[in-house]
Every structure is written in structure tokens, then in C-alpha cells.
């Protein structure tokens, strides 16, 4: 009996750890275990096993027809993550830290279950007596006992930890870029200000504006230096951040330009239009129309734009002769 | 080591552990990438919304083709439609195909959408029988719109509503021989009910 009774609360947390590893998973019908290992992508919580939804219920049916046809397990969860990705998969993650995840509680139980063996020794070979020292004798609590306040105390410290994990969130490192950040940007390069930029992109802490306002000034590197592809990519993303109307006019002239030089006149023709639309005043953006409606036998409908924009303050020199070189070719002809 | 302390290391690495599972979940990403960068255009039968027949997405090779997966219960969907159907216009005859993908819809619903916002006839409307389709591409939601290169490789993904001209660039890139990689731009609709 004393040898059952030290190993019987060991033994019975080792068979709930062997059926929650073994046992619990399995049903016996190979499709719906594999159902019960990937997810379903439009549920989140649901395996494709339990979820109702169409694309669940068809993933479902796939499964079984590969069952039937004889593929293995592998080669059917392969097929799903190829197209989803490992993320379509209910199975515990293999990286490091997925791997520390699931293995902590397990070493909490088994942890648990020493503590219990160790205290049912103690207390079957009787306490210390010892008449030097009296006040070592210890008492040893039940082994049941010994057991709620394991358990329960972990699952309480747990929920606090998970709590005060949510609340202690590191805070982003913001400070990449110092003062004003528009007056510092010309002392960046290219590389830093992407790398800047998307740092900023992760943390989301930047408002738009702001954020639109490093990217078109990157844009207009790119574009200065006839980069067209990168330049592109970002004021194609200022266009998608929210962008103040002027940044949008800006972002969409420049972009009409590129598509102009690449012989789009027609989507270019467009994007000056909306870029007037976001911001009538433009000038950049009306010049570059204006050149476009030139070229095109239009000048009719160029006139008011290089109109316009030869009244524009702080136009550079070599523009404003050029405007004027149009005006004069339009108004002769 | 005592039991006391034994129970105190316990809890300790259950503090430890609670702190990194905050951490893990609020690092998990909502909508992941997708593997299918670099890889064929799976070979789809895809039945005409608005007639018989069907066509396969194989069937377009030398073109570019621009997939878009869509419903008529999804809002950025019908906000981004129109631009598509411009797209569509602009480049007929150009060699970019469009093909839009009608998901877990209803014909009466995609067809009141299209008489609302449009048709253009570079724009191929089929159906998503049995949501295979979506399956195949592995979306999560919609929309979700795939750019094909002209020898038949998934070169882009774009997850959430896709403007005019940001298409345009995007169809730019693609011609231009660049692969687009997988971005998103908003949050996805999963279903009538989102």
C-alpha cells in the first residue's frame, strides 16, 4: 500500500499527460484528424474539421479525396501550406520559440508531479526529530493538497502573468530620427531613410502625414535620379496612406510623369487629372499636363494650364521660359 | 531543494512563461504572406458568371493577367471595382487580361454589383464553384487580387482594395519583368456576415 500510495497521483498526472499528448488526438478516420490539424482560413479559432463555412467544408472534401487517393498525411498538409502557409496549420509551431511555448507547461506538470512524489516520501518516512535542534522538525502538507495549491496556484499565476505581459508591452523605439524631421531628411541617405521608414510602417506610431511626408521625400529622390521603379512603389504607398490632399496631388502628378516618360499618355492624362482634382493649384502637376496636351495637338486645352502656371510664385527660372516659349508657340499658331 | 522552493521556481517560470506568451500573440501576424510568389498559375476550369462556357487561367499565356477575387458583400470590394473595370479599358488589346473572381457569392447579388458598378469586356467575370478558386490561391478574405507574369507565374499578391493607379503601377512592374511580392493594403471581408 505505502508503494501505492506514493506513486498513484504521479502515475495518474502521467497517464493525463500520455492522453492529452496521444490519445486525445486521434478519432480513428484519418481525413477528420487531418481536418482537426489545419485550420480554417476564413474562422481563425476553427479547424477546417469543425467550421461550416464553404471554404471549410470544400477543404474538408479535398482532404478526403486525397485520403482516397492514397496520399499520405505529410503530402497532405504540404498541399495546404503551400498555398496558405504554415500558418493554416493548428499543429504547434516548430521555431524556437513556438517550441518553448508548449514545452513550459509540460515542464510545469511534470514539475508538479515531483514536488508530490517528493512530499509523499517525506511524509511516510515521518518527520525529523532531532534533539539538538527541535525546530527543524517539518510537517509535510497532504499530498492532495500539496497538489490544488501546485496546479491552482499555476494556472492563478499564469492568467497574472499573461495580464501583466499585455500591460508591460515594450514600447517602440521611436527616436531614429531627431528634431524637425522634415528639415532633417537631406542629411539621410537613401538607405536610412527606407530603413527609417519602415521601422515606422512596423510600429504604426508615425501618423500618416507625417509618414507620407519622409516617403514622398525619398519618391522624389528615386525620381530625381530617373529610378522610376522605386519611386513608384512609394508614392504609389503615400497614395494608400491616407494622404493629405497636397500629398496626393504630388504623389499622383509625379506618378503621371513616369507613366508619361513610359509612353502612357492615356492613364498619364488621368493621373494629372486627379492630381488637379486633389489640389488645383499644382503648378508641377499642371505643367506636366500641360506638356502632355502640347504634344498631343491639344494646345487649346493647354493654354489656361500654362497660364496658370506661369502665374505660379517660386516657379524656377528654366520652367518659367519654357512656359512662356508655349504660350508663345500656342498663341502664334 | 525543498518542496517550498521547488514550488517557488515553479511559479517563477510560470511568470516568465505568461510574460512570453503576451508577447507571442501580440506579434502573430492576422493576415500571413503567401507561398505561391514564383510559382504556376494553378490550372483552373472557372465558369462565365453571365453566360456558358468557361475558361482556364491557363489559357492566357504571353499575357499578363490580373486575378481579383471578389463579392458582392464586401465593401472595399465594390470600392475598388470601378478602378478594375478602368484598368480593364485601358489596357484591352495591350496584352493584360483581367479576371475577376466572383467568391461565395450569389448570381442574383454579382450580378445587381456588376449592373451597379460595372462590366467592361477585357474584364472576365466566372465563378468560384464550391470555392475551389480561393482555395487554390489560399486567400483568407477579400479582396485579394494575384498579378500573373506572361509566362504564367504568380508574381504578386495584393491583400485588401487596390486603387486604380496603384493597379496600373503594379501591371507596370509586372511587364517591366519585376515580381510584385505579396503586400497588404487593408483588412480583408471573410464572409456575408464580417
Known sequence: MTRFRRWALPGLLAIIIAWGLVIGGGTGDRAIDLGNRIRCPKCQAESVAESQVPTAITMARIIREKVDAGWSDQQILDFFTARYGPSILMDPPTDVSGII?????????????????????????????????????????????TLGIVVGGALAVTASAFLLGQVLQPVADTAVVSGDITSNLDEISNGRLESTIAEFKATGVMPASQLNAMELALAERYFEEQQFSPATEHFQAVLLNEPLPSQASEALGRMGWILYVNNEAETAEVAYQRALEAFPTNSEAAYFYAILLVDSERGAEASPLLAQVAESPNLPPDVLEHVQQLLNQLGSS | MGAKKLAWVGIGLMVVFGGFLAGRIDLAETVPDTPLIDTPVPDLALPLLESSGEIRLTDFAGDIVVVNFWASWCPPCRAEHPGFVQAAQAFEGRGVRFVSIDHEDTFDAAVAFLDELGRTENQIVVVDPESRAGVEFGIFGLPATFFIDRDGMIVGKVIGPVDYLSLISLIGQVDAGESVGARTTGDVYQGPSS
Open chain 1, 101 to 145: 511555448l508548449w514545452s513550459v507547461p509540460v515542464a510545469g506538470i511534470i514539475a508538479g508531479g515531483l514536488i508530490l512524489a517528493r512530499s509523499q516520501r517525506r511524509r511516510e518516512s515521518g518527520p525529523e526529530i532531532s534533539e539538538e535542534a527541535p525546530e527543524r522538525i517539518e510537517s509535510s502538507p497532504p499530498a492532495l493538497k
